[in-house]
Nanobody, 115 residues
Framework: QVQLVESGGGLAQAGGSLRLSCAASGISFSSNAIGWHRQAPGKQRDVVAVINSGGTTNYADSVKGRFTISRDNTKNTVYLQMNSLKPEDTAVYYC?????????WGQGTQVTVSS
């Protein structure tokens, strides 16, 4: 059984930082593409950052230069370091794993940025 568990969300002030974690069981992050997505109230879920099995990363234009996705294979965990946070970053953040066995989502973690 594959499980993805996000943590690290919370309340931050504009200009502040948060680090999200996504820990996995039942799947190896080192062998698959892992992404962070977010969904604000009333909006669609959008991709924020992706890291593939080779370590290549891609970011949405809105977070380039502010967010960094990384992976710790020994802990089977993917991180999203979020700096220079803006109120428009407020959303529920989800971890997503794409593998040959299927697509898996975490339960999400709320990030709220106050101005």
């Amino acid at each position: 059984q594959v499980q993805l568990v996000e943590s690290g969300g919370g309340l931050a002030q504009a200009g502040g930082s948060l680090r999200l974690s996504c820990a996995a069981s039942g799947i190896s992050f080192s062998s698959n593409a892992i992404g962070w997505h977010r969904q604000a109230p009333g909006k669609q879920r959008d991709v924020v950052a992706v890291i593939n099995s080779g370590g290549t990363t891609n970011y949405a234009d809105s977070v380039k230069g502010r967010f960094t996705i990384s992976r710790d294979n020994t802990k089977n965990t993917v991180y999203l370091q979020m700096n220079s946070l803006k109120p428009e970053d407020t959303a529920v953040y989800y971890c997503k794993a794409v593998s040959l066995k299927g697509i898996y989502w975490g339960q999400g973690t709320q990030v709220t940025v106050s101005s």
